[in-house]
């Protein structure tokens, strides 16, 4: 295993500028280095520590070991680039130049933005200082996943309640698919029968892409869940257990109790690029949707989560922007047209219980952009199995590494 200790002086330019140290921009780190370009690649972050997000799903459900989701920085930056334990402080496009929260200020011929997207765990009133009591839980970090285990294993009946906010998230389909979990585990404790489950979620529908859509409100018919959507979560009183949400069809309060509460948190662009000048008015990189270049600054790439592609954010689709990027870039480097066009590949694999799972993988027109040769929609156990086995080593031994 390589292992890449960060510079002890941040160098005053690089030639590839990566503003990001998560699976964008470690994936495309490892591919210029393997295109001939060691020692010419700077990747600012400030994290020791890297994390498989997707598994912590199935952690989150007793299926997975939440150690097994995390490595070390060191042990991910591709040996040839040079790791500055840093965050961004502010962006002047106009000087080819990243000001750092550290006091330094690195130039570049090329920037590529990966910093990925914040968790706004304060945007619910209540949510934060109540993690992990009165039932209230989440997957959406290392810290709190453990939480939702305990809630689960402990739920003796009542109100199960399971949120989906009105802003763009780490994987659309995560919210639904530890609720799938939770159904099966309800059933496998025997207190199935003394729950309501219920999903409240500020989309319009269960999934944006209807072919998948339609298997999945299968799914919730078959299990007996209740779905309230247009519906945001604004507040949690924890000790009266009341969850509040906004109707955004009626403009109304809705109350409702819970006995165990999983929030997706709110997400957002991180807060340096709000107002940034590469950043349109929702704080996302503006770049083209199929080239993923800036559209004022020629020189300026940007992928993942916190890009304005208007696709799912997951680590799927970021595999293939890693792709667009670095053939776009390369040829820009060289002089030449770019050729590479993303198509909004995503795919999200859709636990919807213990060994099941439906794997949706679709583009812009949401539309199937299927890998294997039969329906993705149906509930398989071999895709289960390539979630929980084949999906992490792929990532880690892989993606990370630019194999795969």
Not at 282 to 295: A, F, L, P, S
Not at 300 to 327: E, H, N, W, Y
Request: a positive charge; charged letters at 20%; proline letters at 5%.
């Amino acid at each position: 295993m390589s292992h890449v200790d960060p510079v002890g002086v941040a160098p005053a330019h690089s030639k590839f500028l990566i503003v990001g140290g998560g699976a964008a921009g470690v994936s495309l780190a490892a591919r210029l280095c393997a295109a001939g370009h060691s020692g010419n690649v700077t990747i600012v972050e400030p994290s020791d520590v890297h994390y498989y997000q997707p598994l912590w799903t199935l952690v989150a459900a007793g299926d997975a070991d939440r150690e097994s989701t995390k490595r070390s920085e060191a042990s991910v930056i591709p040996p040839g680039a040079a790791w500055v334990k840093d965050a961004a402080a502010g962006f002047d496009p106009a000087q080819n130049s990243v000001n750092l929260k550290g006091g330094a200020r690195i130039t570049y011929d090329w920037l590529i933005v990966a910093l990925g997207l914040q968790l706004n765990w304060g945007a619910v009133k209540g949510l934060k200082e109540n993690m992990g009591q009165h039932g209230i839980c989440s997957n959406y970090s290392f810290e709190t996943v453990p939480f939702t285990w305990q809630a689960i294993r402990n739920f003796k009946g009542g109100d199960a309640v399971f949120t989906h906010p009105a802003t763009p998230i780490k994987c659309g389909g995560a919210p639904q698919k530890i609720m799938y979990l939770a159904d099966d585990a309800f059933r496998r404790q025997g207190v199935r029968d003394k729950a309501k489950i219920h999903f409240y979620s500020g989309e319009a529908a269960i999934f944006k892409a209807e072919h998948y859509a339609k298997a999945l409100t299968k799914v919730v018919e078959r299990k007996g869940l209740i779905t309230h959507f247009k519906h945001n979560l604004t507040e949690i009183r924890a000790a009266s257990q009341e969850a509040v949400f906004q109707d955004l069809d009626a403009n109304k309060e809705v109350v409702q109790h819970f006995d165990l509460l999983h929030v997706t948190p709110p997400q957002g662009p991180l807060d340096v690029m709000k107002g940034s000048p590469l950043a349109n008015a929702g704080g996302w990189v503006d770049v083209d949707k199929e080239t993923c270049r800036h559209v004022t600054h020629p020189n300026v790439f940007a992928l993942g989560d916190c890009s304005s592609l208007p696709t799912s954010k997951t680590g799927a689709a970021i595999r293939k922007q890693v792709m667009v990027v670095l053939k776009n870039l390369l040829a820009s480097v060289a002089g030449k047209p770019m050729t590479e066009k993303y198509d909004g590949y995503t795919s999200c694999p859709l636990t919807t219980g213990y060994g099941k799972l439906i794997l949706a993988e679709f583009g812009y027109d949401l539309k199937p952009h299927e890998t294997f040769p039969f329906d993705q929609s149906k509930e398989r156990w071999s895709m289960y199995m390539l979630k929980k086995h084949l999906l992490p080593k792929l990532y880690w031994s892989g993606m990370l590494k630019g194999r795969a």
